[in-house]
């Protein structure tokens, strides 16, 4: 099994103005499918990100705020997961709740080094 | 980080909601209540917090906690903003600070957020406010609806609600109703009006058949959750707040046996009694006894004692229907309306026959209008009529019964008692 990322980008839930039910009923989604993927054995962990962010680049160094991303493209936290591959790991992240609403999920394989024979 | 090892996680039902309705009270006693707005405005944004941060696996230990401590920032923050504006000395700003969150930290004990509550009630029950809005406003800011939630729970339209949402608010804003437990003989007459709302809510839930299932359910789920709140609160715990509660209990412990597969009404004569909910009525009987001090007997500890007459029975034919109508006695003098004289013939007709139900039905004051505007008249009068053995006359009701009703499962009812009289 390797290791996987899942970064999740938007949705921009701010501008939906859901109801305490609905974001209940949203909320409960993603539980469903971190139980799903548990019950799998696939779930590793997750974590959300503060919004606020600095930008430290040039060739002498800036620091600067953001970036300010629009609600949609914010990267708002990420998946830990294990998959047999990258295929099977999309197919995981197909169970994200939240592609109706403008959200994204990017995956990627988490690099092992491997030791040189 | 949260590891995948754990249970999959389950927040409790209806959870947002009815953290919703407390904070949504508490934020109101910080903003006043001519500020609901801003008091919405801040409970959405809690929840967006809680959206955002909760979803990648992490829930916290005591989600409701979670909440209410980000609310509560999020109100010192804003109190920032508006102090900075007035442009004081930092010695100055840094004490109010720390009183401002002091008496804001008050406000959010587990105790005043009770009392919140029941204001928040209070102030939704006002009696300057129409039926249909106090019952909106209700939904709304203490039960933590949506609009469209309200709609389908009320079979309205989501326009409808916001105009009566908006005339409500105006109302608050323009007579700046006060944001308090009303005292003395001004707090029985209040607790009237919050009877009759929750009573209303409870049977928006339980007799609509239009509505579909699940909302009818949480509807009654709610006027019961509320008026539980009443009988927690030193100044709601009246004997009638009791006597309501016991009977929403009882009426409860039959809504799914009521209703059969593809939606037909099962009668009470015809009702399966084993599927009534023991554990509602063991909470009717509980809070029933708990009503029976002070000498106050209101119409919901007679309505409630003729709900528990009704679940004593093991069946249809055991009935005590000389108790029962000793109780509809009682609840004529004091409800003189239409539907009890209906209901009371009902059992009449039990004990005496149905042309002496027939007689007393015919007797209701404006019963040539009733029988032409409501369901429920003409189709009690043409089943006694049929009864009696006049077929004709009979039909001829349960037909104009089947025109006056657009529930399905009430046409799919008299339909039945029309084909058995042909």
Redesign the interface.
């Known amino acids: 099994m390797k290791d996987f990322l899942f970064i999740?980008r938007g949705p921009a839930?701010?501008d939906l103005?859901?109801?305490?039910?609905?974001?209940?009923a949203?909320?409960?989604k993603?539980?469903?499918w971190?139980?799903?993927?548990?019950?799998k054995?696939?779930?590793?962990?997750?974590?959300?990100l503060h919004k606020a962010g600095k930008m430290v680049q040039g060739s002498k160094p800036v620091i600067t705020d953001g970036p300010f991303a629009e609600g949609k493209e914010l990267l708002?936290?990420?998946?830990?997961i294990k998959a047999e591959s990258l295929e099977e790991a999309a197919q995981l992240a197909l169970g994200y709740p939240d592609f109706k609403i403008n959200g994204s999920v990017e995956v990627r394989e988490i690099m092992k080094i491997p030791m040189p024979a | 980080?949260?590891?995948?090892?754990?249970?999959?996680?389950?927040?409790v039902d209806?959870?947002?909601?009815h953290?919703?309705g407390k904070m949504i009270a508490v934020l109101t006693r910080v903003f006043g209540i001519t500020n609901l707005e801003l008091v919405e405005d801040t409970?959405?944004e809690t929840?967006?917090k809680?959206?955002?941060?909760?979803?990648?696996?992490?829930?916290p230990d005591n989600p409701s906690a979670w909440l209410m401590r980000v609310a509560r920032n999020r109100t010192i923050d804003l109190i920032r903003r508006q102090q900075k504006l007035a442009n004081l000395s930092d010695e100055l700003s840094k004490q109010l600070q720390s009183s401002t969150e002091n008496a804001v930290d008050q406000f959010f004990l587990d105790t005043e957020i009770a009392d919140s509550q029941l204001r928040m009630i209070f102030a939704c029950c006002h009696p300057s406010l129409n039926p249909e809005d106090q019952v909106a406003l209700t939904l709304k800011t203490v039960s933590?609806?949506?609009?469209?939630?309200i709609a389908r729970a009320l079979l309205s339209t989501e326009s409808a609600i916001q105009k009566r949402l908006y005339r409500a608010r105006e109302f608050i804003r323009s007579e700046t109703i006060l944001f308090e437990i009303p005292v003395g003989h001004e707090l029985s007459v209040r607790l009237e009006v919050v009877y009759t709302v929750l009573y209303l809510l409870f049977n928006e839930g339980y007799n609509s058949l239009k509505a579909d299932e699940l909302i009818r359910h949480d509807l009654c789920a709610e006027a019961m959750r509320l008026c539980k709140l009443l009988t927690e609160h030193r100044l709601g715990a009246e004997p009638s707040t009791f006597a309501l509660l016991s009977l929403m209990c009882f009426q409860a412990s039959r809504f799914g046996s009521r209703i059969g597969e593809d939606n037909t009404i099962i009668l009470l004569q015809k009702q399966d009694r084993n599927k009534w909910d023991r554990e509602l009525i063991r909470l009717g009987y509980y809070y029933l006894n708990r009503s029976s001090t002070g000498d106050n007997l209101s119409v919901y500890h007679i309505e409630s004692a003729i709900a528990a007459e009704h679940c004593l029975a093991p069946d249809f034919g055991s009935t005590n229907w000389k108790a029962l109508l000793q109780l509809y006695d009682c609840l004529l003098e004091r409800k003189p309306t239409p539907v009890v004289r209906l209901n009371r013939s009902i059992i009449v007709a039990q004990l005496h026959g149905v042309h002496a139900a027939i007689d007393l039905i015919l007797d209701i004051p404006g019963i040539k209008a009733l029988l032409e505007q409501h369901y429920i008249y003409p189709a009690v009068l043409g089943d006694l009529y049929g009864r009696a053995g006049n077929c004709n006359e009979g039909r001829r009701l349960l037909h104009m019964a089947w025109s006056l009703t657009s529930s399905l499962a009430e046409k799919k009812l008299l339909q039945e008692k029309l084909e058995a009289l042909s």
């Open positions: 999740f839930y701010e103005s859901l109801t305490p039910e609905e974001s209940q949203s909320m409960q993603w539980y469903d971190i139980g799903e993927l548990s019950a054995d696939r779930y590793v962990g997750g974590e959300p708002g936290g990420y998946f830990i | 980080m949260s590891t995948g090892t754990e249970q999959p996680q389950q927040l209806h959870l947002f909601r953290e919703a409970v959405q929840f967006l809680a959206l955002q941060v909760w979803r990648y696996g992490q829930l933590g609806f949506g609009v469209q939630e």
